[in-house]
């Protein structure tokens, strides 16, 4: 059972990121125009090129995925989770040669920045003087948080606490880590036989409370809207459009977002979850077809629904194109994960 949640969590969550890639950065209306023929997407498609990478072929994941697994592959290899692993994982993945392809295309300048400070080359502004942190409000570290419930199914309360770890380096302020937090509680919950939607939606609000909470002792302050709240109301919108796909993703990106930043793109994976009841490949489908920052929103919620739902649910043929084609033994690092938790 372990084996098949953990699988499915990694499978999912790299079929949102390789679905949802090529979608980033437009608006539902073009998502039909320009790669759905006049439709939805609910396939690979190629690179467009206008994207941020055009470069990147068919099924390719972006910086989503790849540094989840370059952290996972740290966190294995020193045996769980550690600073000494997340900084690891960060440098593998800047620099290692299996995933130079993907951070040379995809290093965004928060990321950057963090490990500009790990290495000691980063040369500081008037920005760093201020309290609160608004420009690095962004998703990176909820993006990779679901490693963490991965790591400690059932143990909200430890994975918060991996999850302020692992995204510190890059997303030091109170809001990001809040939805980490949040992403990483829920997943755990997932993970736990017999759970269901609504109680995973209670460990995301909790994540993302105590995930504010705890971030406040150790990282910077910022303004913007509760991740919490925002749980609270895609739940609400993705539960009243559960039958009706156009209007579930148009409402969300309208009232929540699907943007880069922290407090639209994890609420909005949690609403994508509960309109689905869950269920892996509509979960995918929703988010990605939502627009905006479509791969990270549905990297994550992917990751909740195949934790949930298990890889037995997945059609088999994900697996071996994406292993494949990223160069990623994903199977192989899921029996890596569950010999750490079991």
């Known amino acids: 059972m372990m084996y098949d949640k953990v699988l499915g969590s990694m499978v999912a969550a790299a079929i949102g990121d390789a679905m949802g890639t090529p979608l980033e950065s437009r608006p539902i209306y073009l ?40 952290s996972l592959k740290a966190i294995v290899k020193h045996g769980g989770i ?21 951070s040379s295309a995809y ?9 500009q400070k790990l290495e000691g080359t980063y040369e500081p502004t008037y920005m760093d003087s201020m309290e609160c942190h608004q420009k690095t409000i962004t998703n990176g570290a909820a993006m990779k948080a679901w490693i963490c419930g991965l790591l400690e199914p059932g143990n909200l309360d430890k994975a918060i606490d991996d999850a302020i770890m692992l995204g510190l380096p890059t997303h030091d302020n109170v809001i ?8 990483a509680a829920g997943v755990s919950k997932a993970m736990v036989r017999n759970v269901t939607t609504d109680q995973i939606v209670e460990a995301g609000l909790y994540g993302a409370r105590e995930g504010y909470r705890r971030a406040l002792e150790v990282a910077h302050d910022a303004a913007g809207a509760s991740v919490e709240k925002r ?15 156009e209007a579930c993703i148009t409402e969300m990106t309208d009232i929540v977002g699907t943007g880069l930043f922290a407090n639209e793109a994890a609420p909005a994976a949690f609403g994508f979850f509960v309109s689905a009841g869950g ?48 160069g990623m033994d994903i199977e192989q690092m899921a029996k890596d994960v569950c010999a750490l938790i079991q």
């Not at 006049?38 to 690179?47: I, K, N, Q």
């Not at 990001?176 to 992403?183: D, P």
């Not at 749980?231 to 796909?245: M, N, P, Q, R, T």
């Open 82 to 102: 550690s600073l000494d692993a997340v900084i690891e994982g960060l440098l593998d993945w800047r620099y290692g040669d299996q995933f130079k392809l993907y």
């Open 107 to 115: 290093l965004g300048p928060t990321t950057s920045i963090g490990i």
């Open 279 to 326: 269920d892996v490949m509509e979960t995918i489908f929703r988010s990605i077809n939502a627009g905006n920052d479509c791969d990270t929103v549905a990297t994550m919620a992917g990751a909740l629904a195949g934790a949930f739902k298990g890889y037995h649910t997945i059609p088999p043929h994900h697996l071996s194109f994406l292993s494949k084609t990223n």
């Open 231 to 245: 749980i609270e109301l895609a739940v609400e919108i993705g539960l009243k459009y559960s039958h009706d796909f």
């Open 31 to 70: 998502i039909k125009q320009d790669l759905g023929k006049g439709g939805f997407v609910y396939d690979y498609c190629d690179m467009p090129k206008d994207s941020f990478a055009p470069e990147m072929k068919k099924g390719f994941v972006s910086d989503d995925f790849s540094i989840s697994f370059a």
């Open 176 to 183: 990001a880590l809040s939805a980490a937090g949040a992403v």
